[in-house]
């Protein structure tokens, strides 16, 4: 069975540096075509794609937040963490990570078959 | 990177079909045929009903049928279902090797 769960600080100050870990298991991010990514929705507000990392640690990243965010993997752990630098309360919303949904074969689909139940982040001094 | 437009509401009665339309641009939804269909119930995560325009996923019953025509991505409900009643997201990969989501649209049965 395929789970992931994302964890990380409720709360963070204006400026702060966000840091959230999707930890997953039912799959490995070492196998070719694996890829985990992290999507947020601010409150009653539509879903916004943030960074996404593959199994051969290739990395993509909103052009709109590309500066800000970090996304990366351990293998080992079976955990992919996202940071985001200098939050703002815009920034309130639910993030989830979700696994992408990988082609028979090789390579993989841009789509996500398995999500998070998400984590609420407020950005609030 | 703009999100893709989609009608803020969609309504049908039981039983009937709706269409929902997710409208891009050239440099995504009409150049890519990566484009994915979710439905959120509230206060849940998402749910994966569509991938690569017009694929299902397992376990995702075959009243959802997802199309595109130029620019413009749809999802069709047939034999609309109470459980229907949800939001509906699109997403399509883009030119610049990102995602965009569209804006969202509630689906009411009425």
């Known amino acids: 069975q395929v789970t992931l769960r994302e964890s990380g600080p409720a709360l963070v100050k204006p400026t702060q540096t966000l840091t959230l870990t999707c930890t997953f298991s039912?799959?490995?991010?070492?196998?070719?075509?694996?890829?985990v990514s992290w999507i947020r929705q601010p409150p009653g507000k539509a879903l916004e794609w943030l960074a996404f990392?593959?199994?051969?640690?290739?990395?993509y990243y909103s052009t709109s937040l590309k500066t800000r965010l970090t996304i990366s993997k351990d293998t080992s752990r079976n955990q992919v963490v996202l940071t985001m630098t200098k939050m703002d309360p815009v920034d309130t919303a639910t993030y989830y990570c979700?696994?992408?949904?990988?082609?028979?074969?090789?390579?993989?689909?841009?789509?996500?078959?398995?999500w998070g139940q998400g984590t609420m982040v407020t950005v609030s001094s | 990177q703009s999100a893709l437009t989609q009608p803020a509401s969609v309504s049908g009665s039981p039983g009937q079909s709706i269409t929902i339309s997710c409208t891009g641009a050239?440099?995504?939804?009409?150049?890519?045929?990566?484009g994915s269909w979710y439905q959120q119930h509230p206060g849940k995560a998402p749910t994966l009903m569509i991938f690569?325009?017009?694929n299902r996923p397992s376990g995702v019953p075959d009243r959802f049928s997802g199309s595109k025509s130029g620019n413009t991505a749809f999802l069709t409900i047939s034999g609309l279902q109470a459980e229907d009643e949800a939001d509906y997201y699109c997403?399509?990969?883009?030119?610049?090797?990102?995602?965009?989501f569209g804006a969202g649209t509630k689906v009411t049965v009425l």
């Open positions: 050239s440099s995504d939804v009409g150049g890519f045929n990566y």
């Open positions: 979700a696994r992408v949904l990988r082609r028979r074969g090789s390579g993989y689909y841009w789509a996500f078959d398995i």
């Open positions: 039912g799959f490995s991010l070492s196998t070719s075509g694996m890829c």
């Open positions: 990392i593959d199994w051969d640690d290739d990395k």
């Open positions: 690569d325009v017009n």
């Open positions: 997403s399509s990969y883009s030119s610049t090797s990102t995602l965009v």
